[in-house]
């Protein structure tokens, strides 16, 4: 069955983001070549992937630790490596590989193709002009809720270990590094407890009661967001559920 639409996420979708910060890093160093000591373009690409969080980190903080942490003979104001950055950032925007191919082939079957951003109209649409995207219709999602939801792992009971593990489906693309280990749990985002951000060390062999009923009441994302689960202590959940400590 061919789909009537599609849609795609811009950031980490259609545009490579580690890809267009090494972009970037070469125009950063040509541009404040006087300010920095000598040093290479990856050296200042690996400095700012380091601290951007792909994208999440909050400006002020990234600049301020840019303004720290790159090899500056004389460090520049943070006002003025924003403002570089917003300038020449989406200009530096890096296609995925066959993205050019992809979307006139879909767009020549009769599909429907639309991109989807949470990020601001000034930021984005420089991005979807530099890619030649603009043909392709627009939409912002705008979160209807502010605050923490409830995020399901994988776990996985390794039997030639004979113990279980949790493994992150967020994907292992681009900058998210959420890789199988068996050694090492690589989730595709860091737990941050200043945001109130926990993990449930507990993993649940059957699916926890309040979240399946959730998901069954609601048909859309903004009709469900005000009823999130509760976070649940640990144990105190439905009989159905079978729980392991994790390991």
């Not at 460090?75 to 590989?97: D, G, K, M, N």
């Not at 949790?166 to 994907?171: E, F, L, N, Q, S």
Request: hydrophobic share 40%.
């Amino acid at each position: 069955m061919v789909p009537q639409a599609i849609l795609f996420d811009l950031d980490e979708t259609l545009i490579d983001r580690t890809q267009s910060i090494v972009c970037y890093a070469e125009r950063l160093q040509r541009d404040f070549v006087d300010r920095l000591v000598p040093t290479t373009a990856s050296i200042i690409a690996a400095t700012i992937m380091a601290t951007d969080e792909r994208g999440y980190r909050p400006r002020e903080e990234l600049f301020g630790d840019l303004v720290q942490h790159l090899p500056w003979q004389t460090p520049p104001e943070i006002l003025h490596l924003h403002r570089h950055w917003e300038t020449w950032f989406p200009a530096s925007s890096v296609a995925r590989e066959g993205l050019r191919e992809t979307l006139p082939s879909l767009h020549a079957q009769g599909i429907r193709l639309g991109i989807v951003t949470n990020g601001a109209v000034q930021r984005q649409q420089p991005k979807i002009e530099h890619l030649g995207l603009r043909p392709y219709q627009v939409f912002r999602r705008q979160p209807p809720y502010q605050g923490l939801a409830l995020h399901g792992l994988n776990g996985l009971y390794i039997a030639s270990l004979a113990r279980w593990i949790r493994v992150d489906a967020r994907g292992n693309t681009g900058a998210i590094d959420a890789q199988f280990s068996l050694t090492k749990e690589q989730l595709a985002f860091p737990v941050d407890p200043q945001q109130g951000e926990w993990l449930y060390e507990t993993i649940y062999t059957a699916p926890i009661s309040a979240v399946v009923e959730i998901l069954q009441r609601f048909t859309s994302l903004r009709a469900l967001w005000p009823y999130l689960p509760e976070p649940f202590a640990e144990g105190a959940v439905c009989h159905t559920a079978e729980a392991f400590p994790h390991t």
